[in-house]
């Protein structure tokens, strides 16, 4: 049975973002159905173990796609100043496109926004 500090360890392996499914973070936090109180109860534990995901609104369907991040690196920063609008987050993705990095932030728009 996966577990969070599995899901972890995931995100970690693939360089920082991880492809999973509703099924998988249902079974690592031992629910049988994917309720409203389930699904913010998961991203509750997601956040305690330092991970973040997309959709920001977890998907109420098993075999629905979410992918992980860790949250504070710069890909999370990234994700954030796109999901979160602020000035310091404008800053950020500045900082990708003066770094000639507007690939990157063209493929975090399309995870983000679908």
């Not at 936090?29 to 997601?46: E, F, M, P, T, Y």
Request: one cysteine or more.
């Amino acid at each position: 049975m996966t577990s969070y500090e599995d899901l972890r360890n995931h995100v970690v392996a693939t360089q920082g973002l991880y492809l999973t499914t509703m099924d998988e973070l249902k079974l690592a936090h031992g629910a049988a159905k994917l309720g409203v109180n389930i699904r913010a109860g998961i991203s509750d534990q997601l956040k305690s173990y330092g991970l973040g995901h997309l959709p920001a609104e977890l998907p109420s369907y098993q075999w629905e796609e979410v992918r992980l991040y860790q949250l504070g690196t710069p890909l999370g920063n990234v994700i954030r100043a796109v999901i979160e609008p602020s000035e310091p987050g404008d800053q950020i993705l500045m900082q990708v496109v003066d770094s000639d990095a507007q690939q990157v932030l063209a493929q975090i728009r399309e995870l983000v926004c679908g």
